[in-house]
């Protein structure tokens, strides 16, 4: 039997409700395959712990996880607390300090979800957004001077290297090549931006001679959002920066039905750290404690994290077992225009996994 050591860190808002949820799928998947087994550990990280301790998380915090198989995350958000504080002080240090500088995100609408675009069957959109997930835009290089004064300037500056976009690039085109339409687009703003992303572009076409068998094109970012709403059906694999990727990504998530669905993963390749996945919906606050979360990211960033792990047919249960749920509207949360509450999507899942294998 392999038995895997995750880490539960439920953050924020709504994450401490979706992620016990999320542990109660991976437990019967336990249940269900003789050759599986998950021993969760629960760390109490985020903004209650902020309140007591003035840090998101303990200073040892990456030593404390560095031996577990991977990580499962809820959200980072308090509306008491600065956002730049929840998310360096947690999520972007976990990320950074374990190197997972691919953020990878997956779109298709589900069985018995509607889309915005009204599409005619569900194959018109089945994305991947490969997000650069450790410098760029969010490198944290920056800051402030002469501040309250008439003078006062403040910096962010987006930092690329081209270790960092080789790397990123690869990754990306190599995810293209294992998909069936092996085509990338990759979303740039070298107009505008003539530095960097002229450097992001010529990498691109570098890394791409590499990959004959792979179809590969650029896209300015502004063109691509509209490409993403007018003709879904021309992409398949997108690679983009920090914070383009940020943005396209919630697009997709929103154009795929709703954010309540979407899962991502924080993926070290190398595997040298562990991976975190995290659905990508934010600590909601507004609905916390009601009972409307959607878990349905939450349990498809639970596939993406078995398919890490290469625990496939686990995998592949759990997604038939989610559509299953959604194909069925009574199963539905508040996100999704229905009525269905956090603990009856799990319990429907939960069953689901049952007949499913």
């Known amino acids: 039997m392999k038995l895997y050591n995750i880490a539960l860190i439920p953050g924020d808002g709504i994450g401490k409700e979706v992620i016990p949820a999320g542990q109660k799928i991976l437990q019967t998947l336990g249940e269900l395959e003789p050759h599986l087994s998950f021993e969760c550990s629960v760390f109490d990280w985020g903004g209650d712990y902020y309140r007591l301790h003035h840090k998101m998380m303990p200073e040892d915090g990456l030593h404390q996880l560095k031996g577990m198989d991977a990580i499962l995350f809820g959200s980072a958000g308090d509306p008491d607390i600065a956002d730049h504080i929840t998310l360096w002080g947690l999520r972007l240090k976990i990320c950074q300090g374990f190197d997972q ?69 690869r990754y990306a ?36 001679s590499e990959f004959p068998d792979v179809r590969w094109e650029k896209e300015l970012v502004d063109a ?47 595997k040298r750290y562990p991976s975190m996945f995290e659905p990508i919906h934010g600590s909601a606050f507004d609905i916390m404690g009601k009972g409307w979360a959607n878990p349905i990211g939450t349990f498809w960033s639970c596939v993406m994290m078995l398919e ?37 999507v799990t319990q429907a899942v939960i069953e689901a996994l049952g007949h499913v294998g």
Do not use: C
């Open 224 to 270: 691509a959002t509209a490409r993403m709403v007018n003709r879904p059906q021309t992409l398949d694999t997108m690679v983009a920066t920090n914070l383009h990727a940020d943005i396209l990504s919630d697009l997709a998530a929103a154009l795929a039905g709703s954010l309540g669905i979407a899962p991502t993963g924080n993926i070290d390749p190398e």
């Open 173 to 208: 085109f190599r995810l293209a090549q294992s998909r069936a339409k092996k085509h990338l687009t990759v979303v740039t703003k070298s107009n505008a931006q003539r530095h960097a992303m002229v450097m992001w572009d010529e990498i691109a076409a570098e890394v791409g």
């Open 101 to 169: 500088y691919a953020n990878v995100r997956p779109t298709r609408i589900l069985p018995g979800i509607d889309s915005p675009l009204k599409l005619k069957h569900d194959g018109d959109l089945d994305w991947v957004i490969v997000r650069e997930n450790s410098e760029g835009e969010y490198s944290g290089v920056g800051g402030r001077v002469h501040t309250g004064h008439p003078i006062e300037v403040a910096t962010d500056v987006s930092m690329m290297t081209r270790t960092g976009v080789q790397r990123i690039m």
């Open 308 to 344: 890490h792990l290469n625990e496939l047919k686990a995998a592949e249960r759990l997604m038939k077992a989610i559509e299953h749920v959604t194909a069925q509207k009574q199963y539905h949360t508040r996100d999704l225009a229905g009525v269905a509450t956090t603990s009856q």
